[in-house]
């Protein structure tokens, strides 16, 4: 194997999905303590004030006690680098969310052992399914009571239409939760609960007829193990790697993350079978990880990261080559070569210069807005890389500055900030105001406030009659001008320059597509 296969097939950059509360946080904390990037439980979730300290970067944030942006840890276990992207929970901010899994090679679904597969958790698996990604499974929170396991793995199979098979079974739940039985190695691992200790390696058995688990655990215990692993490794098919890595399958483990249960055991086996950095598709073709040549794509933009140094960082997935600080990379979409002075690697809380990173990391390239979403930097191939989603916006209010002498500064501030991904911003064909769309009601918050901060333009939202936005197209530029001279108040441009439709309501949004059959309404797009 070449030093730069070896150095990718380590990697495993993955994400966690779950409906808020359900312990990603306290999840991440506990992955962090395991590989050693952070000393203390709690450096992730603080309590009270910090709470989510980690990516607080955002007032709003922290008023809110929501995690806005997605960032990324990197850190090391088991001879494998581990690079976990943060998405955020809150609904308002799937978009980031949608994007920062286009960057993943796998998941980790997060499930309350009391509540299933909620809301949340369901629509953020359909985004993994339709990139074929494999997901473990981890259904924490197993010492309060919980769902009857057997009930928890129906409803996964059932609601989602996936294969599951228990990697470990759960002996007890609540109070009487005790540990569990490690299916894929016959090793019974008890909890030390509230030691907040790493546990200790576990118990080997020779299967469960073992005279140790009877010594080590409570007779009705035992036997209620013994009963329920027959039972379920008759019904469960068998964990079929293959089936795994093509989105079919998922492993499911049960644990406590608050208590560091099942996290050891679900970072083996991520780092056994998940899968390493996987080819990315471009428009041409498809980019092999270990080819000798660096690419890597733009998935998401932070402004204000720090807040002293007005910087953007954009933060790039690698998708081949060995990345070395001080390389020239060509930005594909301006033609322009841009030196990597000061690429930045993500370490729990901190961040710190990249010397060097391989396909698969993700690195942050501090830049002042050349970057953009879905943008791609390469030693010189014109490589286009897709998949990256663009949002139909579901909320549009208008944005005006509160001193109208600042217009100008407002319509470059949300210039740049449509550039970044982070809103879509409409310019009328009628009228001075400008619209921005969001798919959350609360991004306009966010908004207000990055542009108060940023470019210290005072700016309030205010409720429109719209109701959606499509991006037009025609093949003919005459049935283009038909269609807009027929809908000139309801016609705008994108921050691109592209036609769009923006329509008070789906009757009105009907009508236009019932009316004109030769423009094309598109709901997203792809970003350029
Ligand atoms: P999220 O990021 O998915 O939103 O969830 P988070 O980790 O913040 O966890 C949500 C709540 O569930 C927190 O309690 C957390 O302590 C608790 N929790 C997480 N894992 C476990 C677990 O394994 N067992 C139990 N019993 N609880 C767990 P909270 O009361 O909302 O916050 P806090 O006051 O504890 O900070």
């Known amino acids: 194997m070449s030093p730069l296969t070896d150095e990718i097939s380590k990697r495993r950059t993955f994400a966690i999905i779950s409906h ?11 992955l962090l303590l395991f590989g050693g990037a952070i000393q203390l439980a709690g450096a992730v979730k603080a309590r009270g004030d910090s709470r989510r300290a980690h990516s607080d970067w ?7 006690g929501i995690s806005v942006a997605s960032s990324v840890m990197t850190f090391d276990y088991l001879n494998t680098t581990f690079n976990l992207l943060d998405t955020p929970g809150h609904e308002d901010f799937s978009e980031d969310t949608y994007r920062t899994l286009t960057a993943v090679d796998s998941a980790v679904m997060v499930i309350d052992g009391a509540k299933g597969i909620e809301s949340q958790t369901r629509k953020l698996f359909e985004v993994c399914r339709l ?22 793995l129906d409803e996964i199979e059932q609601s989602l239409a996936l ?14 939760f005790l540990g569990c039985y490690d299916l894929f190695r016959d090793r019974l691992i008890l909890m030390a609960r509230g030691k907040g200790d790493v546990p200790d390696d576990g118990v080997v058995c020779e299967g469960l007829d073992d005279p140790k688990l009877d010594q080590l655990l409570p007779a009705h215990a035992v036997a209620k193990l013994r009963e329920e692993v027959d039972m379920v490794r008759g019904l469960c098919p068998p964990f079929n790697t293959q089936s795994y ?8 483990y049960f644990g406590s993350a608050i208590n560091n249960f099942g996290v050891r055991e679900l970072l083996s086996g991520l780092s056994e079978t998940a899968p390493s950095p996987r080819p990315q598709p471009s428009r041409d073709r498809m980019v092999v990880p270990d080819e000798s040549k660096v690419s890597g794509v733009v998935f998401k933009i932070q402004a204000n990261m720090d807040p002293k140094h007005r910087d953007r960082i954009a933060f790039m997935r690698l998708c081949s080559g060995h990345f070395r600080r001080g390389m020239k990379l060509k930005h594909v979409r301006s033609g322009k070569i841009m030196n990597m002075h000061n690429p930045v690697m993500f370490l729990a809380q901190d961040r710190e210069v990249a010397e060097e990173a391989f396909a698969g990391d993700i690195i942050g390239i501090p830049n002042h807005g050349q970057l953009r979403i879905g943008d791609t930097l390469s030693e010189g191939e014109d490589l286009y890389f897709t998949g990256i989603p663009s949002f139909a916006p579901e909320y549009l209010q208008k944005a005006r ?18 550039e970044e991904g982070a809103a879509r911003v409409f310019k009328p064909a009628l009228g001075a105001d400008w619209i921005v769309g969001v798919v959350g009601p609360l991004q306009f918050e966010v908004l207000a406030d990055r542009i108060r901060t940023e470019y210290e333009v005072s700016v309030h939202f205010e409720q429109t009659e719209l109701y959606t936005a499509r991006w037009v197209e025609a093949v003919d530029d005459r049935a283009m001008k038909a269609f807009f ?18 329509a008070r309501n789906a009757w009105h949004l009907n009508k236009a597509q019932e009316d004109f059959p030769d423009i094309v309404f598109h709901k997203t797009k792809e970003q350029t």
């Open 245 to 252: 890595l093509e989105g079919h399958m998922t492993p499911v």
């Open 401 to 418: 500055p509160d001193d109208p002498l600042k217009a100008k500064h407002l319509g470059r501030a949300l210039q740049q900030i449509a």
């Open 58 to 64: 955002m007032k709003v944030e922290r008023e809110r």
């Open 485 to 502: 001279d027929a809908n000139r108040a309801a016609m705008g441009e994108d921050h691109d320059g592209a036609s769009v439709f923006m």
């Open 163 to 176: 294969d599951v098979t228990p990697a470990s079974w759960p002996i007890g739940m609540g109070r009487e």
């Open 20 to 30: 808020p509360d359900a312990g990603k946080t306290t999840l991440t904390e506990k």
């Open 131 to 152: 990139r074929d990604m494999p997901v473990f499974t981890f259904v924490n929170k197993m010492d309060r009571e919980s769902r009857d396991p057997f009930d928890i």
